[in-house]
């Protein structure tokens, strides 16, 4: 559990209300709540800017409520764009920056699992909050008064380390099946336990997850591998039936045991892997995390009845492209990470050769290098309960190796021979065709075998050769 503050609070008799030293705001919220009361209305921040400055962490997006009506707040500021006026949400540009404000409301239900039906105004901000999902992200602060609006008691939960659903917990997942995968998220980015009743809202409501879109899922996937820890979500999505619907491949992980150097099953060690992949790094995380899919539909058990799982890498590569076109990930992440998930499977010893080094980058690819290793560090630190050697696997030694090998050589495509295609169609019978592509080829891997060979001259004259081969 994650170090927690104590707040200082000032309680006041008449009012769920608490002074609070620990929020900063930027000058332009404070002008617009000015601006806004000096309309006769009130405003307030609200949110993760709340939720995670009480707990020392920094602000992101600085988002208000208020009395006012959209139509009021348009007539307040020059620069207001109507993002979602049907619901409330206007955005105030200030030096360029946006800021959400929403008019207190009321909501009716919510048939399609995402926005209300109908919604009500309201001038009663304690009515406003009890809309909200988590009593952690329903605390509102007076940036002008600075005082704390707690009617949720979202303070007390953010001390115990606890998400906790306003009300009742089935009604909240029954209005947005989004809010069961953000809770399990805000599990891992805030490293809190999420208490039992909400569990069981959330496992009650596994109904309507079919029916978020894809966009909405992606987003908070994406969210979870920023934290410190995504296994903590991804535990809590297996344990509730989340993951079954969201992400099935991984779910039939579990279970499958494997041998050798893992302590774990390929599900943990997937886990275990993705959270060992840097934080900030999201190809390596989302292909720690698929890098061993494939193993369940390859397994197999030899004459000893070990189990094995040849090629499991190609299976992975099938896997993983089929998740993440279904969450339409960028296309240039998913090709990054389709590629190193295919090339994960190398076993580096000291009898390789300088020719078997030029090999292994040629089919890597220099611009993939850097993400191979950090995928295989992360999949090694998977692998076990305990530390793992940074050199296990030789890994380090491969490292060296190859820096070696390219201070030495630089000839690792087709494209870095010292001929090209037209080349070999002038001084050869071939004027065309595939037959280039088997020449240069063949001239590619003459040259891994020995760089020296990179000369035109040379490379003119194994290439006739070879054309009256295959001619």
Request: with cysteine; hydrophobic share 40%.
């Amino acid at each position: 559990m994650a170090g927690f503050f104590l707040l200082v609070l000032t309680y006041a008799v008449s009012k769920v209300k608490f002074t609070i030293m620990r929020i900063k705001v930027p000058k332009d919220v404070i002008k617009i709540a000015s601006v806004i009361r000096d309309a006769g209305f009130r405003s307030y921040l609200v949110g993760g800017a709340v939720r995670d400055q009480l707990l020392g962490l920094p602000a992101k997006d600085y988002d208000l409520c208020t009395d006012a009506l959209p139509e009021d707040i348009i007539g307040m500021f020059r620069k207001v764009i109507p993002t979602g006026i049907k619901h409330g949400t206007v955005t105030v540009l200030m030096n360029k920056v946006p800021y959400e404000i929403t008019t207190f409301r009321i909501d009716g239900k919510y048939s399609d699992g995402r926005r209300p039906d109908q919604i009500s105004f309201t001038d009663d901000l304690t009515e406003d909050l009890k809309r909200r999902d988590f009593t952690i992200n329903s605390i509102a602060y007076d940036v002008l008064d600075k005082t704390l609006h707690d009617p949720n008691n979202g303070a007390d939960d953010l001390n115990k380390g606890i998400i906790r659903a306003i009300g009742v917990p089935e009604e909240r997942f029954r209005e947005d099946g989004l809010r069961s995968i953000r809770a399990c998220r805000f599990a891992s980015q805030l490293n809190f336990s999420i208490d039992e009743e909400t569990i069981k809202g959330i496992r009650t409501c596994l109904f309507n997850i079919k029916d978020l879109s894809r966009e909405r899922i992606y987003e908070e996937l994406v969210k979870i591998m920023k934290t410190a820890s995504p296994s903590k979500s991804f535990h809590l999505f297996q344990d509730t039936g989340i993951l079954s619907l969201i992400l099935p491949e991984l779910s039939l992980c579990a279970g499958v045991r494997q041998k050798g150097n893992h302590d774990y099953d390929v599900f943990e060690h997937l886990l275990n892997s993705c959270d060992a992949a840097p934080a900030g790094n999201m190809v390596i995380r989302f292909a720690a995390l698929f890098h061993d899919l494939g193993k369940p539909a390859v397994k197999k058990y030899d004459e000893n009845g070990i189990a094995t799982f040849h090629h499991h890498e190609m299976e992975s590569v099938r896997i993983a492209s089929d998740i993440m076109e279904r969450y339409r990930f960028p296309k240039n992440k998913s090709n990054r990470i389709l590629h190193i998930i295919g090339h994960h499977m190398f076993h580096y010893t000291p009898e390789w050769t300088d020719a078997a080094v030029r090999r292994f980058i040629q089919r890597v690819g220099l611009e993939y290098l850097e993400d191979q290793y950090l995928l295989r560090e992360a999949d090694i630190q998977g692998m076990s309960a305990g530390t793992v050697p940074a050199d296990y696997y030789g890994l380090r030694d491969l490292k060296l190796r190859v820096e070696s090998v390219l201070q030495e050589s630089n000839t690792f495509t087709v494209k870095d021979l010292a001929v090209n295609g037209r080349d070999i169609m002038n001084h050869t019978s071939v004027k065309g065709g595939p037959n280039i592509g088997t020449i240069l080829n063949e001239l590619l891997e003459t040259v891994l075998d020995d760089p020296s060979q990179n000369n035109r001259e040379q490379l003119l004259e194994i290439a006739s050769r070879i054309a009256d081969r295959i001619n």
